[in-house]
């Protein structure tokens, strides 16, 4: 596990810090000292884990598109960071196919710009770009988990721009990155879960509307299986990955980040789970609705960062599922208690051997 006291007073900059990721990781820096400055549009969503987390008044947030190259450049200039985690994205598969050019927009020249602006900045030593589980060349193929070696060619608009930000990365790597001042790594993990995502078109959000409105909850693709896990597991590794780099570059490198086999379930199990921990006769139906095309089947191997960093899973996907419901009932009942839940969550990962 990270050890947090590297990152006091170092200078990080989070790109995405208003989304849901985003925010969480925000918490965790700020809560171990460092100073912080985060890059993104306003908060997708209202209601939106940014403003409920209020963790604002704990850095410098900074409202700006990562499209927007000079701005991006005057950030850089100013801040001048040590560390940069790199999750400004558009992340919904389904938005994609609706925003297709804008997609690739963020997801590509973003990237570009972001490590344009890494090279020229002097002070940073660890750069990470976050993709996605669905960078792969994905067949379909049953029971087969992905490694960090295979063919990238995400099939739909976002993945696809994923996989080309990936090469984008290993591009500038390569290019620019080879006189040892700045380590570059990708971690690639996705479907994350947990309190504080607001988000459209994904399960748990969608399950959290339902219940709140007394509706059954609607599965489009109940067989799809996924790699779900909860957002501090990927999170806490983001950091590892950028703090073991920063000190030795033999840690570059692309990481998958995902659950075990155990915890490796389908759309239709995992609401399940949702519907026995809400309780209350919470039920689900299956619907779906002729949207665009999504692979039924991903899994990642994350066998590399257990062997690199002695990594583990920390909780599984029925304690995950537990921990969501917990966040979203303190949410429910009284939002001004979320940054003492999230504290509370954090320290409740941390603490497990």
Known sequence: MVNLSFYKDKRVLVTGHTGFKGSWLCKILISAGA???????????????????GIEGGMTSVIGDI????????????????????????PIVRASYRQPRYTYETNVMGTVNILECVRL???????????TDKVYLNDDIPDHPFKEDEPLDGYDPYSNSKSCSELVTHSYKKSFFQDGRCAISTARAGNVIGGGDFAEDRIIPDCVRAVERGEKIVVRNPYSTRPFQHVLEPLFVYLEIAQRQYNDREYEGWYNVGPDDCDCVNT???????????GGGAEWINRHDGGPHEAAFLKLDNNKIKRVFGWTPRWHIAETIQKTVEWTRVYLDCPRNIPQEMDKEICSFLSLK
């Open 67 to 90: 499209r927007d190259y000079e701005k991006l450049k005057g950030v850089f200039d100013e801040f001048k960071p040590e560390i940069v985690l790199h999750l400004a994205a558009q």
């Open 121 to 131: 900045c002097d002070s940073v030593k660890s750069f990470l770009n976050v993709t």
């Open 268 to 278: 239709g199990e995992l609401v399940t789970m949702f519907c026995k921990a809400w």
């Open 35 to 53: 100073t912080v400055c985060g890059y993104a549009l306003e908060p997708p969503t209202n209601p939106n884990l940014f403003n409920l987390s």
